[in-house]
């Protein structure tokens, strides 16, 4: 392996951004190739395919023989609000595989005690995203109900192209939800995007319930994300 | 999908230390598996040329054979494909006692 390679490899999955390692076991040469780099013919064609399913593997392609080895970013959870639906989704998250840490700036909400054993910070989300910025796969849960603290998380989650947001609430609290985020300049198509009220429709009434189908939802979301890439490149083409 | 351990001991940045620290190291890659395998295709073994190593390609049946092999391609330079299969399909050879066949792919870092 080219040395210049496993660097630019391990800069973008510190980064968390996809990438694939493609060697020629022909001749043992590698490069890297990052999500969305031009590749022409076959070769290019199994590439798209390996970033959408994020299964590594063997390719014969015109006589040669290569190694696909992707590296796609493990997915994050963010919820906004340390609340009882938090303390019941962070063990789900968890065994889920999902590394989720909870924002809330109510410290009487976001202590250790009532969360142990998760990543709590208890400042405004806008400050914490900021240092920890969202990105494609990452998914953003506001639970708070308060407009001062999941606005500006639900906005950056939009930009960011976060694969999940959703936002707990009734359709009415959306209703208005919608207008503030309109007027904070996100666009109808970004709106659209988000999931209200939160959550698989599972008939869900407690917190724990509500966590499951959140974290359902979440999982959904995350294992049809190939499928939207797939019409988005159905598209460009 | 990695867990916070896995995160930690990630073989490919600790390949990226070594090599900064002027060690000579090789890669192992799992290329191929079929049946039940006990890592999956894309996993890495990092060795050094004292026989330091992290990560895995197998539940640790094969890693013994792997590292030898990768010292050797760390002197000679030259890319190997190894294979293993079940332990008794051939007396000399080292298998996989959960009856899988794994395909190895053993590089020199630079």
Redesign the interface.
Known sequence: ???YC??K??AE??ARRAALLL?D?GD?RDRVIKEGDPVAGLLGDAISQAFLSG????AEIEGRSF?L???VP??RLVVIGAVHISQALAPMAKIA?Y?MEIIDPRTAFATPERFPDIKLFAEWPQDILEQRPLDPYTAVAVVTHDPKIDDQALERALKAGCFYVGALGSRKTHTKRVERLKALGSSDDEIALIHSPIGLDIGAASPAEIAVAVMAEVIKAFRARGLQTARNLEKTV | ????TE?IR?P??I??SW?AEGRDVA?A?V??TWGSAPR???SHLVIDEAGNFEGSVSGGCVEGSVIAEAMDVISQG??R?LEFGVADETAWQVGLSCGGRIKV?V????
């Open positions: 392996m080219d040395p496993l660097k490899l391990n999955r510190r060697t076991l043992g299964k590594s593997s063997l190694f080895n992707v590296h493990p997915p595989g590394d | 999908m990695q867990n916070p995160q990630d490919l940045l390949a990226e090599m890669i890659t290329v191929e999956p295709v894309g030259t890319p494909m792919y590089e020199r870092l630079g």
